[in-house]
């Protein structure tokens, strides 16, 4: 087991185009979890899978965001018009279970630079 | 609402002790220990529950102050390895659907030799 593996690791992305980054969980683990991460600050939950089912969405995912996790494995989280706001790490978790309980092993994450 | 993590910054020499602090508006039911190092993802340390459960590393220790609403961190004899960034993340939501943590802003921790 190779951990949360997420790509790609740099996106560098005119505003206004359209990126999509992908997160391979840990196998087997059911629970899925994006954040957003910037400069000097901690990690802001974003949305939540189980399964294929998207339980969760933060109110800081706009209308531009969009998450998917088709037959419950990876998943993919779509950025459209992007902004310079949107320029942060985007990080992805996996936890066999709930937060109350169960660490969550989290990926490298993604760093999206809008210029 | 985010727990507001106490100091923000801290230097130590390798073998002293330190202290993270996070407290919360909000009742708590679990508080989650993580620690970042600069361009990697953040690691797991410690999860402690309402009632007094603790799942974590052997050699850090904290403690949750369920009426008051906060947890620290204790490092002790600091290796250089300790160096990184703090978070804490709390649940505020009861029962085993909780899904959300809210992490603070962060301790930085610098261990110099």
């Known amino acids: 087991d190779t951990g949360v593996s997420q790509n790609p690791r740099h996106k560098i992305t005119k505003r206004g185009q359209n990126v999509t980054f992908r997160c391979d969980p840990i196998s087997e683990h059911n629970r899925l979890y994006w954040y957003r991460q910037t400069l000097g600050q901690g990690p802001e939950f974003l949305t939540y899978?189980?399964?294929?089912?998207?339980?969760?969405k933060s109110r800081l995912l706009s209308d531009r965001f969009s998450a998917e996790r088709p037959k419950g494995s990876f998943s993919t989280l779509e950025i459209q018009r992007t902004e310079q706001g949107d320029s942060a790490m985007y990080l992805c978790a996996s936890s066999p279970g709930g937060w109350v309980n169960t660490e969550a092993f989290f990926g490298q994450g993604t760093r999206l630079t809008v210029v | 609402q985010q727990p507001v993590q106490s100091p923000q910054a801290v230097i130590l020499r390798e073998g002293e002790d330190a202290v993270i602090n996070c407290s919360s508006s909000?009742?708590?039911?679990?508080v989650h220990w993580y620690r970042q190092k600069h361009g990697e993802a953040p690691v797991f340390l410690m999860i402690l529950l309402k009632g007094g459960e603790q799942k974590g590393h052997e050699k850090i220790s904290a403690s949750f102050n369920e009426k008051k609403q906060q947890s620290s961190l204790y490092l002790t004899a600091s290796q250089l390895s300790y160096s990184g960034t703090y978070f804490c993340g709390t649940d505020t939501h009861s029962g085993a659907g909780s899904y959300q943590l809210t992490f603070g802003k962060g301790t930085k921790l610098s261990v110099i030799p």
């Open positions: 899978f189980q399964n294929e089912a998207q339980l969760e």
């Open positions: 909000k009742a708590l039911y679990s």
